[in-house]
């Protein structure tokens, strides 16, 4: 009999317990074990649950069971949860875990950790949810070599952008609507903000390309300064704004990784990635491009993923699984100025004609876009130049008493 | 260094040959282990190739060979590959192939073969080409209970469709540009009339719910006989048609598995799959709908599908993968007329009034389909019956002299 140790018991938690408990029987079979959920770490008491008996408050009673082979760590966040995770490891336990800040910050030493010890240490369910993702990406792509990898890894995000082009609403009244239903929190910055895809980036990139990339080496930008007339001219240009992360290999060798929104058109099979979907892209050398579509987050999604992982390590608890990647080096993910970019842009502008000549000065062969209705303003799409020639020739502009609106990433997919 | 012999230098065969050579490090460092073709099987002589000397026309050569620890099957039919597959597990030595017809008509003995000499079979490959389905099926979705599976199984037939759609053309056009283009086969019944589409839809049954479903117990209908009005009521439904192969249990415990055409809302995942591409709907209690998009077909996609298993059954040469299912059983796959469906329905008729009128009388509430330009005929969708009755309901129609045009079911995903 394996006993596993749940750390933590909020969403996704329970959900685990919920999963494991549903189908159970099939899950035994799965993984040619019998196996049980004998603790449940949290600070709370939960009497009126049918397993409350199983709940502890010290994380050393789980450490120091020798029955306990699969700790799973669900509580999200750094403190307590790296610690946990690292003398579990250590103890020579394998580890599960849904906590995508944890492995974005800490995948390399934790990594290192279960390589010592011989010891599992998987975390499918931390980017896309229940959407399987990094597996086929370790495993079934791996005869590719991996051109680039984009994606929709941020439900709440694109739940607010759906609703802003679908009815139009504010982005303000969006995100009053996502915390409503509640897929958004009461602080929405991890979300809104960009980070929570950050993170996910930097999984994808670590695993599809072997080292490890930090969030602060990736260039991350939000949604918060969409604008109604931004989803307007997106419209008009016959696309519509998705937060889109994204990581490639330059040739020579370097990474270039970034999340931000994005002009992507509608025949991209993204575009059609709505509400709290996520939906990824994999473009390998010889499969051409793959896409994973699914619920990125949720209690049952995630869990459901989080059991598999169990399953998984349950299945190898005598022959380890190979996911490894080097850690971090100085200036292996590049200056993201130093790489191509075409740019939507919107300034303002008493006369667009005026406005036009001088952008097409500064920034060459512009393409200009007319939005019905919007007015006192000039709005273009640059030809591709390196991102941080566009940032100068946007500067001249703003000097030239051309106040820039917005900003957006036109993105081929 | 282990040795690994591939059985037919066709379209496939030579993609794997062009994917190991290509991304050989990085395949070597997935691998763990030294690695090397050490044989090619074909009857022909390709005396121009750089690894001219790598080909043998004697199966017995690989068979007698201790060094070859993986055979790649990729000749396709079953005379002689599963001889060759049966003797090559018989002899302990892995087994990757893209063969669809030989896993849907021999999977189960195939894989009780490997059970018994501890080695991989494994066929990622003969479903969905190189998009990942059988893998994250079989593990990442494992703590799932999978309540449905529906896709676009076959590229050849979603391009002749997709042309059908965007351009207006008939299906012996349609047909006639994707055998110039190499999507068709000179004979093309097996991708047109359904067989392809039906052979993935067994493996996908047989290892979504663990028992082998043969081809002939799964109801198939390929799109020969969709015609260019079927494709204006579709439209003006708001739709597209697809061919779909699905599955799921019932509640009894027994199989619902078809081939068809069938009308999708134009909102659904698998709408906007088009061309040569396959999509594959899964969908789990905890995780919801998960839809898996790429290349289904095609030389370097299949193959590098096929390299995955390779490294895949050269990391497990020592712990088998857990892959394995139930012989077939009488009755386990449901008659289909046994189960609820709605039907698009086309017959002639002077009067279109007088012919629902009919259709109401036999068939209850059925929706009305107008479509502009298409005169003496009427048009409906049924309510959702068993499919037994509404056929019964044609016949009676048929008997009130309205000649049955086309019948397309209706499809909610």
Chains 1, 2 share one sequence.
């Not at 020798?66 to 760590?73: A, G, L, S, T």
């Not at 994606?151 to 802003?164: D, R, Y």
């Not at 049952?300 to 390590?313: E, R, W």
Request: a negative charge.
């Amino acid at each position: 009999m394996i006993a596993i140790a749940v750390l933590g018991h909020g969403t996704v938690g329970s959900g685990v317990l919920e999963v494991f408990n549903k189908n159970h029987a099939s899950i035994i079979e799965k993984a040619g074990e019998e196996m049980e959920i004998k603790y449940i770490l949290d600070r709370r008491e939960f009497p009126d649950l049918p397993y409350h008996d199983k709940f502890v408050k010290d994380f050393e009673v789980i450490l120091n069971d020798p029955d306990v082979r699969v700790v799973v760590e669900v509580m999200g966040g750094l403190d307590p949860a790296f610690d946990f995770v690292l003398r579990s490891l250590k103890a020579g336990k394998n580890v599960v875990t849904s906590n995508k800040e944890l492995v974005a910050v800490h995948g390399a030493e934790l990594l290192a950790a279960a390589h010592e010890t011989n010891v599992n240490f998987l975390f499918e369910a931390s980017v896309g949810g229940g959407i399987p993702i990094l597996r086929p990406l370790s495993q079934c792509l791996s005869a590719n070599r991996i051109v680039e990898i984009a994606g929709i890894l941020n439900g709440t995000t694109n739940f607010i952008l759906t609703k802003m082009f679908r009815e139009g609403v504010a982005f303000e009244d969006a995100l009053a609507l996502a915390q409503k239903l509640g897929y958004a929190e009461r602080n929405p910055a991890a979300d809104v903000e960009g980070d929570d895809a950050c993170r996910k980036v930097c999984i994808l990139a670590s695993l599809a390309y072997g080292r490890h990339v930090y969030p602060q080496n990736v260039h991350t930008e939000g949604i918060t300064h969409i604008s109604a007339e931004d989803v307007h001219y997106a419209e008009a240009w016959g696309g519509v704004i998705k937060l889109i992360g994204r990581v490639k290999k330059l040739d020579d060798g370097r990474l270039f990784a970034m999340v931000s929104p994005a002009f992507i058109s509608r025949e991209s099979q993204l575009a059609t990635v709505d509400d709290v979907f996520n939906g990824i892209m994999v473009r390998g050398d010889a499969i051409g491009d793959v896409v994973f579509y699914g619920r990125g987050a949720g209690k049952l999604p995630t869990a459901s993923a989080v059991v598999a992982d169990v399953i998984d390590a349950v299945k190898h608890l005598a022959a380890r699984k190979y996911i490894d990647w080097e850690p971090a080096k100085d200036g292996y993910v590049c200056d993201y100025l130093e790489v191509p970019a075409s740019m939507f842009v919107r300034v303002t502008a008493r006369s667009r004609t005026e406005a036009l000549r001088s952008v097409r000065g500064l920034l060459g062969n512009v393409t200009e876009l007319v939005c019905p209705g919007v007015e006192n303003e000039a709005a273009f799409i640059t030809p591709m130049l390196p991102e941080g020639e566009i940032v100068r020739a946007l500067q001249a502009l703003r000097a030239l008493d051309y106040p820039i609106l917005s900003t957006i990433r036109v993105l081929d997919y």
